[in-house]
């Protein structure tokens, strides 16, 4: 793989995201309403709900919006893997994603300049965000909002690399119905984006397990505590190890020879 | 040269030299948690008389003045050492008292006895006992020092003490369970805190009439639990705090126009307040959620809660 072969190639992917990104503006709006609705409507329901325990990185009582504010970002970041991975079932059964595999460069390069391009979206959606909960009063340290980014990068590669995976399994664009259902759905809500894993531990183990073990509590635990300037190790490797894990799978799933490709006839012919 | 090396030394060692120390009588611990304002760190913990609750410094600050209402005493201590080195004679169950400007004398409510009990700092003994309503419970003094003002929870009443006869000379009827009151920096007006009626009067101190009302209202909290109890305000500004007792808030009002400004989250059950010496943080006990809590006086924000023992009550700062 030449420098130069390899960044044409990288450019032209992000591009091509990019171009789709600002062709369809509505994707964008809806992406931001879905976390604002949620903000606005569901959290002012509860807004006292958690002024009871003091659980780090928060220093103080915390009203429920400003604890369900890392998790609505975190929400950001999946339905964007999602809406990547729908976007990858499209190219595919459109075709322009077997232009892209039979590209000389490696799979995982090219795998991965989308998923790069996807998550730069899906960190934009998240600053901006960021910016009107801030007029809602939900306000972060100066400090937390530049060590937030890496922590965006890290989360929206794992949910980005977990889009990538369902889509190589996926067969065509209706069977998405059940992805949402059976994958996104339970990810969000057995997950600490909406209540702190001692809140279900009360009502629920079972759930407090899922939930501890959840890759998308983890993710949303490492953009909580980097909102805030804190590093948390665990959320840290945690998010990484299944990244790598994710992705492995994804470019074994995109390998048109050994992949999910040859069992749905994807593959060479 | 010199002079950037020394501001710089000066900077370093600033946090340290203008730290503040709290002092938090634990009502259920019978003891003193002394905290470092800045960082919100318990340093140390020392055993004090059964139920402390008011507490304050001497004028001079070497001696601090600890109500143990269930030893029916005010226990001094040496400011320093923190050792006990006497006792005042408060009267039965001591609970609120202030320490006139004067430095000399000491006005602590009784509330069983319905009486306010003057006792003079120097010779450590009563001068007078001042019948007034039923349940006395908040003193506040002036900071002219003409007026003495003690709210009785079940008469509904402020009384009027004139410091120079020991006497009541006005009342003026608030709203039910009067608990705390504060006198404006001008010393033209008076706050009193009315905990059932969940309400804050501003009363004139010419007229001894009350010229303004206002009733807390805080979105999704029932009405019941917004008790407002202490009250303080801010020297330089019209701002007043109010802890809100179980609606677990510090109300920020305008005193002026009577209004709220933000209402702040901090711990279960806010009683007490105090401001940092250079006005920069309030604290907060909170005493069913065990915890202080600061706000940052420019901003209003809370900005830390601290786990200090139990039901942490009242509190000085040095």
């Keep these: ?269 | 040269m010199s002079k950037v090396y020394i501001a710089l030394l000066l900077a370093a060692f600033s946090t340290s030299i203008f730290a503040d120390k709290l002092y938090i009588t634990l009502e259920k611990d019978n003891a003193l948690a002394v905290v470092d304002g800045e960082t919100g760190k318990l340093l140390k913990t020392v055993p004090l008389g059964q139920r402390p609750r008011g507490i304050a410094f001497s004028k001079d600050q070497s001696m601090l003045y600890v109500a143990a209402s269930d030893d029916d005493t005010i226990q001094i201590l040496d400011a320093e050492t923190l050792k006990v080195v006497g006792e005042l004679p408060s009267g039965e169950d001591p609970e609120l008292f202030k320490i006139h400007p004067n430095g000399r004398l000491l006005y602590v409510s009784n509330e069983d006895d319905n009486i306010v009990t003057v006792i003079d700092l120097q010779t450590k003994t009563a001068l007078t006992e001042i019948a007034v309503g039923v349940e006395p419970e908040g003193i506040a003094i002036s900071r002219d020092g003409k007026w003495v003002v003690n709210t009785s929870e079940t008469t509904n009443m402020v009384h009027w003490i004139d410091p120079l006869e020991q006497s009541i000379k006005d009342n003026t009827l608030v709203d039910p369970r009067p608990r705390a009151a504060e006198f404006s920096v001008d010393n033209k007006q008076l706050f009193v805190t009315s905990e059932i009626a969940g309400s804050l009067s501003r009363i004139d101190v010419a007229t001894k009439q009350i010229t303004g009302k206002l009733h807390f209202k805080v979105a999704g909290v029932d009405k019941e639990l917004i008790q407002p109890v202490g009250v303080l305000a801010h020297p330089n500004n019209k701002l007043l705090f109010v802890a809100l007792g179980p609606a677990n808030r510090v109300a920020v009002v305008d005193s002026q126009a009577m209004k709220v400004l933000e209402y702040l989250l901090v711990g279960q059950r806010v009683w007490n307040l105090a401001f940092s010496p250079d006005l920069t943080r309030l604290y907060t006990t909170n005493g069913v959620s065990n915890d202080i809590s600061i706000i940052d006086v420019d901003d209003l924000k809370v900005t830390k809660s601290i786990r200090v023992g139990h039901y942490p009550w009242g509190i000085a700062v040095k």
């Design chain 1, 1 to 269: 793989m030449k420098l130069a072969h390899a960044s044409i190639a990288l450019k032209g992917i992000i591009k091509r995201e990019l171009w789709r990104f600002l062709k369809q503006r509505e994707r964008f709006v809806a992406a931001l309403v879905r976390p604002l609705v949620w903000l606005f409507v569901f959290a002012a329901g509860f807004r006292s709900t958690l002024g009871i325990a003091i659980i780090p990185p928060y220093e103080t009582y915390i009203l429920y919006e400003v604890y369900i504010a890392a998790g609505l970002i975190g929400m950001i970041q999946l339905f964007n893997g999602m809406q990547s991975s729908l976007s990858m079932v499209y190219d595919r059964e459109m075709g322009s994603m077997k232009t892209l595999l039979v590209s000389p460069l490696p799979r995982w390069f090219l795998l991965m300049g989308k998923l790069l391009a996807g998550t730069s979206v899906s960190i934009l959606q998240a600053y901006v965000f960021l910016v009107v909960a801030w007029f809602y009063d939900i306000e972060a340290p100066w400090l937390g909002y530049v060590t937030l980014f890496p922590a965006l990068v890290l989360a929206g590669l794992m949910l980005g690399a977990l889009g990538m995976l369902l889509s190589s399994f996926i067969k065509q664009l209706e069977n998405f119905a059940g992805v949402m259902n059976f994958v996104i759905f339970p990810m969000f809500f057995m997950s600490t984006a909406l209540y702190p894993l001692w809140k279900i531990k009360e009502s629920s183990e079972l759930l407090h397990t899922l939930a501890s073990y959840n890759p998308f509590s983890q993710a949303v635990e490492l953009i909580r505590f980097a909102l805030y300037g804190q590093f948390n190790l665990h959320a840290f490797v945690y998010t990484l190890a299944a990244f790598v894990v994710f992705m492995a799978v994804a470019v074994w799933g995109y390998n048109p020879s050994k992949g999910m490709m040859v069992k749905k006839g994807g593959g060479p012919s």
